[in-house]
């Protein structure tokens, strides 16, 4: 019997066809790392939305479409209404419409995403539903995507129609109603020529990139050299794939191509495993510039679609944990403070303030790890609670940022295999010390487990959130700890 082909098919479909026969043969084979928090986001935002024209009814999913189909076909005899996952199907094309506006003269279709912009491939997965729709004859009045505000601020309750944006895109998404025709007959050749084991031979390009990047990229990638051109750090993507194109695959074929001379380090570094390289010039500037006391510090922050507390907006970054090590003096001791705020407090965040105001109560070097993020951070907090600027404002003030010698390739060794993350550095520095091995925590390891890991503690029991809790703030600790063992190592090279 023919296969469904639902609106998340055709748009795997319209980025590459082969990711169809993967999820069908090798499903083991995907690396599907999606968020929690995103996924709980993108959740919240499709149900909110739902209430955007009032009162609706709702189609349940049921695993036999048929069902889906026939109570809409229902509901559909009882405008005006709105219906939400109104289900369509057509020449087994199936879709379900997020909101249905159905009027007495016709239908309106509203497509709901929980991001900040337009993506192309939003056009698509509409165009998609239009055609199905219009195809079993319906009238369509007019076809919407419905998605963030990012400007909106919450001021009291949720104003759900500021939060939400609609724009009217139904004479773009009618220019593609022939394509989606001839798409849909590729797509019913492809899924018949290909069998079990006849795996499909489409080259790598782009589209494993865009417009997501695809879960089967390690398989499709397995025998390529390692290291290969897709491994140079911050080179973009299209670069990537120019080099690939000609045949330049290895660090071997590329060690003779003109190009940015971090990317030849990189290469250079592998190939002759050279030496650590260290300009104790730049490296005896930066400590040169170190006031006591020292504050290593550390945010974690959690980011919401739907904001949920005063004065926020959508997706902003919403500090709830900090850890912060100390030095007071010259061959002091180091002395550790931290922050983690209750997944239940409305005001986690002047709290999170007033406890970094109250660490860091006088002028001395406050040390991050990459100058974009707490200071603006403390920049929003400063917005938000005017009475707390001053005080926030001087400790942006006395930021150093540990990221610039290692960004700079001042200090640069193979291991770090181009980047300057924290993550890599760190490892590279004491490849020996287990207390200083992300991968030795007990529960969170990076940055998005540390927010998901603080989201997931709504609802659970005491002892569920004391080992969660305890995850955190060991994460969290070890991120500062790490940049006092990068001082301490600068301090050896200077010796």
């Known amino acids: 019997m023919k296969e469904y082909i639902s609106k998340s098919k055709y748009c795997k479909a319209i980025q590459c ?28 935002v499709g149900i909110l939305a739902k209430g955007l024209f009032g009162k ?14 026939e109570k809409t076909r229902k509901l559909l005899n009882n405008k005006p209404n709105i219906i939400t996952e109104a289900s369509f199907e057509y020449n087994h094309n199936f879709c379900s419409v997020d909101i249905l506006k159905n009027d007495k003269d016709g239908v309106e279709i509203y497509e709901v995403k929980s991001t900040t912009h337009i993506e192309e491939i939003y056009m698509e997965d509409i165009a998609y539903q239009y055609y199905v729709l219009s195809k079993v004859g319906l009238n369509i009045k007019k076809a919407c995507l419905v998605y ?31 394509e989606i025709e001839i798409t849909l007959e590729e797509i019913d050749k492809f899924m018949e020529q290909y069998t079990e084991k006849e795996e499909p031979n489409i080259a790598l390009g782009m589209q494993c990139m865009i417009p997501y990047e695809c879960s089967y990229w390690k398989y499709c990638t397995r025998n390529l ?11 973009k993507k299209e670069k990537k794939f120019e080099k690939y194109n000609k045949g330049l695959i290895s660090f071997e074929d590329l060690k003779h191509e003109e190009m940015n001379s971090k990317y030849l380090e990189q290469i250079e570094f592998e190939l002759q495993n050279l030496e650590p390289k260290i300009n104790k010039d730049a490296i005896r500037e930066l400590m040169k510039s170190l006031k006591y006391p020292l504050y290593f510090i550390d945010f974690e922050t959690v980011q919401l679609a739907i904001p949920e507390y005063e004065g926020t907006k959508p997706y902003q970054q919403l500090p709830f944990q900090y850890s912060l090590h100390i030095v007071r ?21 002047r709290h999170f303030a007033e ?63 181009g980047s300057y993350s924290i993550k ?8 020996n010390d287990s207390e200083l091995d992300y991968h030795n925590l007990p529960v969170v390891h990076n940055g998005e487990e540390a927010s998901d ?35 301490q190592k600068f301090k050896e090279i200077l010796k």
């Open 225 to 235: 050299p390692k290291p290969n051109v897709f491994d140079i750090a911050n080179m």
């Open 17 to 44: 066809k082969k990711i169809l026969w993967l999820d069908k043969n090798k499903q083991e084979e995907k690396d599907d790392t999606a968020r929690r928090s995103v996924l709980e986001n993108g959740t919240k």
């Open 424 to 431: 890599k550095v760190l490892p590279a520095l004491y490849p």
């Open 56 to 69: 609706y009814q709702e189609i349940s999913y049921n695993e036999d479409l048929t069902k889906m189909i």
């Open 329 to 349: 003096k010259e061959n002091g001791e180091v002395e550790h403070r931290e922050y983690l705020a209750q997944i239940d407090d409305k005001d986690f965040m």
């Open 148 to 178: 963030i505000n990012k400007e909106y601020v919450r001021h009291g309750d949720l104003e759900i129609e500021k939060l939400f944006k609609i724009e009217d895109v139904t004479e773009v998404i009618q220019k593609k109603q022939n």
């Open 453 to 487: 890991t603080f989201l997931s503690l709504r609802g659970k029991c005491k002892e569920e959130q004391e080992l969660l809790r305890h995850g955190l703030l060991e994460y969290c600790k070890l991120d500062t700890y790490a940049m006092v063992n990068i001082w």
């Open 355 to 417: 406890n970094m105001i109250k660490d860091i109560p006088d002028d001395g070097s406050v040390i991050i790890y990459n100058n974009s993020f707490e200071p603006a951070r403390i920049n929003e907090l400063s917005r938000m609670y005017p009475d707390l600027a001053t005080e926030l404002q001087r400790i942006n003030s006395q930021m150093v940022d540990f990221l610039v010698p290692f960004r700079n390739r001042d200090y640069y060794m193979k291991e770090f295999q």
